[in-house]
């Protein structure tokens, strides 16, 4: 199976897949993949853009500024795209710190193309500290489905750094049934959406610094694609 952890900057993508990953090492045979090209893993990486594309290089070269020279990367990073197509039970490809990279470049979107299979998701991080009103969950659940919708593969929302703060998803969901005003209409007209999200069925709540949820993070991988046997 292949994972693409996506989410905003310092969302908490880098660390899940160092975490979630050595979790996963203890029963499956796991390969760890850096895709952005302008930092270096904190993991072994068993495949690393940063050996073909360094973003700080294509600012010199090309005398660009940090936005030009990302895009730029992503632009470059496609040249190689064949190399990291690798197979295991589970490979999870760490994006780039920016998620507009990838979600919103023609680059960013082939390169995933390019690299999915049948069994292949997306985990959608979001910062817990970022979604304490009704407000935020309705913003974050369609963040999620624009993210499965612009890369075409199921997505997973997963809440992260849930040992900073204690997110309380059922009454988040009670107060956006009561909630008046002028947002009201709005999201009465996208609540319907939650039917649609895994949100509603389960809030994946995780902490790489915790080590916790991975299990259920786990077994929702494996439900998307109704896995049983070999997911390689
Ligand atoms: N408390 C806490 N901090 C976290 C957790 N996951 C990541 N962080 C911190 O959040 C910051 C950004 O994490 P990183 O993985 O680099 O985010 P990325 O930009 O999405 O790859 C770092 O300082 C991490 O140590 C978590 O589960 N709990
Ligand atoms: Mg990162």
Do not use: H, W
């Not at 952005?36 to 072994?44: K, L």
């Amino acid at each position: 199976m292949r994972v693409f952890v996506i989410g905003t900057a310092g969302s908490g993508k880098s660390t899940l897949v160092k975490e979630f990953g050595e979790f996963l090492k203890n029963n499956y045979d796991v390969k760890l993949v850096n895709l952005d090209p302008a930092s270096d893993p904190i993991y072994p990486a068993d495949l690393d853009i940063r050996k073909f594309v360094r973003t700080e290089e294509l600012m010199k070269r090309y005398g660009l500024g940090i936005n030009g020279a990302l895009l730029k990367s992503v632009e470059l990073m496609l040249d190689f795209v064949e190399d990291f197509r690798v197979s295991a039970d589970f490979v999870l490809y760490d994006t780039p710190g920016q998620m507009e990279l990838f979600i919103y470049s023609e680059s960013g979107i082939e390169f995933v193309r390019r690299i999915s299979d049948k069994f292949t998701a997306g985990v959608f991080m979001l910062d817990s500290t970022m979604v304490k009103t009704p407000e935020n969950f309705v913003s974050a659940i369609l963040q999620n489905v624009v993210v499965a919708l612009r890369l075409s593969i199921p997505t997973i929302a997963v809440f992260s750094k849930t040992d900073l703060c204690d997110l309380r998803t059922e009454e988040i969901l009670k107060e956006l049934k009561v909630k008046t005003g002028v947002l009201a209409e709005l999201m009465e007209k996208i609540t319907p959406i939650l039917d649609y999200s895994t949100i509603k069925y389960r809030t994946l709540k995780v902490s790489s610094v915790k080590k916790t949820g991975f299990e259920d993070l786990l077994s929702s991988l494996r439900e998307l694609f109704c896995a049983c046997g070999d997911l390689s």
